[in-house]
């Protein structure tokens, strides 16, 4: 391998070494959380730079070339998408990092295996993020989700952890199982694994031939299938209250996040690279399921006393948002919108990731005392036990509302306008989408209402929120706000994901 290709693997590897590292320093210094956390904030930092030095990021002179860097001939690329969401889950996991140890320690959860197992998490989805081989895509699913499984059990003690971790296992090893059968089934008609392979000999039928292979289509709704259940997308949706409600609070937050963007990130190089000369068949397919997984998320989550359970129906709404950016892909003839779709997806992930992990954050450091239940009542006068909490809290669920001018309404309105650019029945759904996000408005501003106009049940305790959890707190406002308020940020973030977009047409 040459030096370029080296420093296109290097973030994913250093993620992996530093998940390696953290286990030798908990061995060396047992219950010493804070040289735990510390060695990997310092980790992560050290990766989230050597990403930014190899790049392509635009606007930015890196060592890597604009247009990308394969690596194996192509088992694995480094674009601007590979980037960007290499990035992007470097943010997720220091978030993470810093919300976890204020939860974990008083419960005597340790931090130093929450944070190793996170770390090969994650570099999964890294591995998802650049992977252009199928074999190597389902590598990096399986690694992905291994550690996701561990980690929603973490509260072994905990009956409902227990649980809600023994389902998400059972269907997530299902949907594996479907998704390795789908791709298995393109493999067979195409005679590749690699996803340039596979878009060449799919062009090759469609100047060829008039209908696909029956087995085709087959191998494309059982990836479909599959995919669908990593995204929490209805009818393939159950398994997410439970382990939600069950998981530790900062595993939660994490699982609403971060395993989602790598499914998603899954679906653009499976079903845009690679799928893409079938989009006519998987886009109407999309659209549906848009439609009902935001339609039904809302809908469950209206009826929630609990906070982890309302949260988790939302973000199936929010798989909804996001997959209305495929439809928008799939069924638009202008590659302008085309690629205005996919941008939809990538921005509204950014902004999700902010919003959502702060929201899950700030339900974490309420609980930061052991025995606080996360039922939507405990939020009783938050706004006067704890003012700052409050108004943080307020703004995350303002911005997953979709008010202005929080990251949540631009990252809407990206989607929104480019279905309407892209017209026909697109144009349904950008309603529906507004319909469901006005609807998301009754939910989330309840739990507004519950802090500042209930009061505090008797004998409640003031809230202390620790250290890292405050520095976290910050770092997810600024990014909700930043990215909706400043407009430099604002546009720097739209190009940023434009250019990522299009880098998927070779351009």
């Not at 690679?274 to 935001?294: D, H, N, S």
Request: one cysteine or more; proline letters at 5%; glycine letters at 12%.
């Amino acid at each position: 391998m040459t030096i370029q290709e080296w420093l296109a693997v290097a973030p994913f590897m250093l993620v992996m070494a530093l998940g390696m590292l953290v286990i030798i320093v908990d061995l060396i210094w047992p219950d010493r959380p804070s040289r735990v956390t510390g060695t990997a904030l310092v980790g992560l930092l050290v990766a989230g730079a050597v990403t930014v030095i190899a790049g392509p990021i635009p606007g930015i002179e890196g060592q890597l070339p604009a247009t990308g860097q394969s690596v194996l001939d192509g088992v694995y690329v480094r674009d601007q998408l590979t980037t960007f969401l290499d990035l992007l889950f470097i943010v997720i996991t220091i978030l993470t990092v810093l919300f976890a140890p204020d939860y974990l320690a008083p419960r005597g959860l340790p931090v130093g295996e929450f944070t190793a197992t996170l770390l090969f998490a994650i570099s999964g989805a890294m591995l998802l993020a650049g992977g252009h081989d199928l074999l190597l895509l389902f590598i990096g699913l399986e690694l992905l989700v291994l550690p996701g499984y561990l980690l929603a059990g973490f509260a072994k003690r905990d009956g409902l952890s227990t649980e809600g971790a023994i389902k998400y296992f059972l269907l997530g090893s299902f949907s594996s199982a479907i998704l390795l059968f789908g791709l298995a089934f393109v493999f067979g008609f195409t005679g590749s694994t690699r996803i340039d392979g596979i878009a060449e000999q799919l062009q090759a039928v469609v100047a060829g031939s008039a209908t696909w292979p029956v087995g085709l289509l087959m191998g494309l709704a059982l990836i479909i299938t599959g995919g669908a259940f990593k995204i929490a997308a209805v009818p393939f949706h159950y398994w997410t209250p439970d382990a939600y409600q069950g998981s530790p609070t900062p595993v939660t937050g994490y699982l609403s996040v971060a395993p989602k963007i790598a499914a998603f990130a899954l679906l653009i190089r499976l079903l845009v690279e690679a799928l893409g000369p079938m989009r006519a068949e998987w886009g109407v397919l999309i659209g549906v399921l848009a439609a009902v997984t935001m339609t039904v998320g809302n809908l469950s989550a209206l009826g929630q006393d609990n906070i982890k359970r309302m949260l988790g129906y939302s973000s199936i709404a929010h798989t909804g948002y996001i997959m209305v950016g495929l439809a928008v892909f799939a069924v638009a003839s202008d590659p302008s919108v085309q690629a205005a779709g996919i941008q939809g997806v990538l921005f509204y992930s950014v902004a999700y990731a902010f919003m959502n992990l702060g929201a899950f954050a700030c339900v974490s450091a309420l609980q930061r005392r052991p025995g606080v239940t996360s039922q939507i009542d405990t939020f009783a006068g938050l706004g006067r036990r704890a003012p700052l909490l409050g108004v943080v809290m307020t703004l995350f669920l303002l911005s997953l509302v979709g008010i202005p001018p929080t990251a949540g309404f631009f990252g809407k309105a990206v989607i929104v306008i480019s279905a309407i650019e892209g017209g026909g029945w697109l144009m349904i759904l950008a309603v529906l989408m507004m319909l469901n996000a006005a609807a998301a408005a009754f939910y989330y501003l309840r739990v507004v209402v519950v802090m500042y106009m209930r009061e505090a049940p008797e004998g409640a305790r003031s809230v202390t929120v620790g250290t890292l959890t405050q520095v976290g707190l910050v770092i997810a406002a600024i990014g909700t706000i930043a990215i909706g308020l400043l407009p430099a940020v604002t546009s720097a973030t739209l190009d940023w994901t434009m250019e990522a977009a299009r880098s998927l047409f070779g351009a």
